[in-house]
Every structure is written in structure tokens, then in C-alpha cells.
Antibody, heavy 122, light 108 residues
């Protein structure tokens, strides 16, 4: 069973870049047909898909993030990362990494990491 | 993007009762590409069902999903104490993937 763990600063200043890392154990980012995903959960807005990286297949983002998000992977470290630039208070949320699976198109998510709270405040 | 609406917002039931949760999409969800998740306080969401009706690994058969087009349901045949939680639907037939606002199943 794949296990995921998020890490990164819990507090980010407005206009700065949020950086999070997800460490994967029990599986390889470069193997299989999984989509290594980021999802966030706002107290009021609910769950929002941010994006995912498919090793050897590309990176996909939610258009709502308006090109502020960047996802990358370091297969040697069994990690994938999220950077979100120009953050505002609206980016305050619990951020999750998750394994995405597909049949032909689109992705469902499971398992998930435990999540990490990120607060944007000066 | 496809907007998902879930009803009711809160469902108050007793252990042993049957729970029926609804998820309605603003557009047809292609190929029944709909998933359901369970979230307990302080925990991450947990995948229950994908493909509208396929249970994820290790999920008890008291959980069943159904529906097609724009209307989907998650049924819990007999509520166990550990089933009281918030349930979310998610569509993945049309990008971007989107989630519903959730239904809270609480103890009556």
C-alpha cells in the first residue's frame, strides 16, 4: 500500500510562494500509471483539485489557479512537489497529496496523505 | 466546469438505519466517472467508490454506489458507528475534476 506524507511551511506571507513536498513510500513515482496529485480543502469552499503529474505523460493543472501552480517530481527521492506563487489569504487551506488513478480519462484519488495546514498571513 | 450538488446537507440517522445520499451534476457525467469519499474529523478523505458503483479495496459491501447521467447515489445499507462522517462526491469525466460540498451523516 502506497503511503504519502506532506511537508512544508505552515505559514506563508502574502505575495510569496507556497512550497510543499510529498514523500511517497511503498511505491515508485516513475512506475505504474498513477497521477501524483495535489488537492486542497478550504473551510468554506470545500475540496479543490490543484493538479497532477503523470510520470512520462505530462502535468495537468486546474485552470482556476491561473498558472500560479507548478508541480514537479524527483523520482530519486520518491518525492513530488507543489509551488503556488503570489499567494493570498484565499490560499489558506489544508493541502493534501494523493495518488490518482484512471480508467481512460479523468482521475479519482486514493490513498491520500494526512494533509498539512497552510496559512497565508503577514 | 461541472458543478456538483449534494443533498441533504445533513442526514440525522441512528445506527442500523439505511442512509441514502444524493449527488447531482450540472451536466452529464460521462461514462459514470463519479467517485465517493468519506472524511472523518481531522482525517483525509478516503476513497469509497469509483466508476459510480465500484467499491475501492477494503470497503465493506454495506456501501454501494449507483446512478448515471446527472444523478448519483451512495447508499449505506446499515449504518455502523464508524460510518458517521462527511461524504463527498467527485466527478472526473470532464476536466477539471470537481467535488461536491459534502453531506454530513450524524448520529440522531
Amino acid at each position: 500500500q502506497v503511503h504519502l506524507q506532506e511537508s512544508g511551511p505552515g505559514l506563508v506571507k502574502p505575495s510569496q510562494t507556497l512550497s510543499l513536498t510529498c514523500t511517497v513510500s511503498g511505491g515508485s513515482i516513475s512506475g505504474g500509471s498513477y497521477f501524483w496529485s495535489w488537492i486542497r480543502q478550504h473551510p468554506e469552499k470545500g475540496l479543490e483539485w490543484i493538479g497532477y503529474i503523470f510520470y512520462g505523460g505530462g502535468i495537468y493543472y486546474n485552470p482556476s489557479l491561473k498558472s500560479r501552480a507548478t508541480i514537479s517530481a524527483d523520482t530519486s527521492k520518491y518525492q513530488f512537489s507543489l509551488k503556488l506563487s503570489s499567494v493570498t489569504a484565499a490560499d489558506t487551506a489544508v493541502y493534501y497529496c494523493a495518488v490518482g488513478s484512471t480508467e481512460t480519462t479523468g482521475v479519482w484519488f486514493g490513498p491520500w496523505g494526512q494533509g498539512t495546514q497552510v496559512t497565508v498571513s503577514s | 466546469e461541472i458543478v456538483l450538488r449534494q443533498s441533504p446537507g445533513t442526514l440525522s440517522l441512528s445506527p442500523g438505519e439505511r442512509a441514502t445520499l444524493s449527488c447531482r451534476a450540472s451536466q452529464r457525467v460521462s461514462s459514470r466517472y463519479l467517485a465517493w469519499y468519506q472524511q472523518k474529523p481531522g482525517q483525509a478523505p478516503k476513497l469509497l467508490v469509483y466508476g459510480a458503483s465500484s467499491r475501492a479495496t477494503g470497503i465493506p459491501d454495506r456501501f454501494s454506489g449507483g446512478g448515471s447521467g446527472t444523478d448519483f447515489t451512495l447508499t449505506i445499507s446499515r449504518l455502523e458507528p464508524e460510518d458517521f462522517a462527511v461524504y463527498y462526491c467527485q466527478q472526473y469525466g470532464t476536466s477539471p475534476e470537481t467535488f461536491g460540498p459534502g453531506t454530513k451523516v450524524e448520529i440522531k
